[in-house]
């Protein structure tokens, strides 16, 4: 319409002079979304009175409320039991790796690649443990397709993350808008500190130990939870684990 072709135009050439006008339409559609929202999230433990339809107070309020009520929701007790003995120490393996990362810098290059070198020792001597394992615990499956689908794909991840990780950790160029010379601009990547991974069954080696590699090239500190279907593979690989990687390193859990 030519009143939106108007509008356009204005902020397009001059948005000064219209920012102030612009600014109190954001806020009171801002203000009506967040009542709208604050009130159906808390509409179940608090009751609320209607205020004048034009006042911005009382939305703040109503939504102060709203926000209230989920906090004491929230800290209030709950029912659980308290967690089993197991799961206390997968919590306390948890913030140990997770106060590690904090406290630590983040590895550097020479530091990742040993993490790396010693996961593919980990396959390679434990091969045909490993074959062993995966068959027993499908009943029977082929060492043919566990040495092609598992152990030779997760051999050339690791060998394909060694290649291009020092690439990968160099910072990169990003270029910078005029208003901002002359400043410069970089990415710096960093990890982000503890991974998580929750393993499927169907392929255990491959599939628990790719996401670990990519993770770990990162710099980051992983926890392993392998399939409970597949008991063999994952007390085998808990107890190769153990004996090549610090707990606060690389750790598998069950």
């Known amino acids: 319409t030519p009143g939106e072709a108007r509008w356009v135009r204005a902020v397009c050439t001059n948005p000064g002079c219209l920012w102030k006008g612009l600014r109190e339409r954001f806020f009171r559609l801002y203000d009506s979304a967040v009542d709208e929202f604050a009130a159906c999230l808390a509409r179940p433990c608090q009751k609320f009175h209607k205020g004048p339809a034009c006042g911005n107070k009382t939305r703040r309020k109503r939504h102060l409320k709203g926000v209230n009520a989920m906090d004491h929701a929230l800290d209030r007790p709950s029912d659980r039991p308290p967690p089993s003995a197991p799961l206390r120490g997968l919590e ?18 020479a530091e990742r690649l040993d993490r790396l070198a010693r996961l593919r020792a980990v396959v390679a001597d434990n091969e045909e443990r490993f074959r062993q394992a995966i068959s027993a615990d499908f009943g029977h499956r082929c060492a043919v397709e566990t040495t092609i689908a598992e152990t030779m794909m997760v051999f050339s991840e690791i060998r394909h993350a060694t290649k291009h990780l020092k690439s990968w950790m160099a910072p990169q160029r990003v ?5 901002f010379l002359p400043a410069r601009n970089r990415l710096m990547p960093q990890p982000l500190g503890v991974v998580g991974i929750i393993a499927p069954w169907n392929y255990p080696l491959q599939l628990t130990l790719a996401p670990a590699i990519g993770a770990l090239a990162a710099g980051n500190r992983v926890l392993i939870k392998p399939s409970e279907l597949t008991p063999h593979f994952a007390g085998l690989l808990k107890e190769t684990v153990g004996q090549r990687f610090d707990a606060t390193e690389l750790l598998v859990t069950g």
Not at 92 to 109: I, K, N, T, Y
Not at 175 to 179: D, E, G, P
């Open 92 to 109: 306390d393996a948890f913030h140990a790796m997770v106060a590690r990362s904090r406290a630590e810098p983040a590895p550097g290059l």
């Open 175 to 179: 270029s910078t808008a005029l208003q």
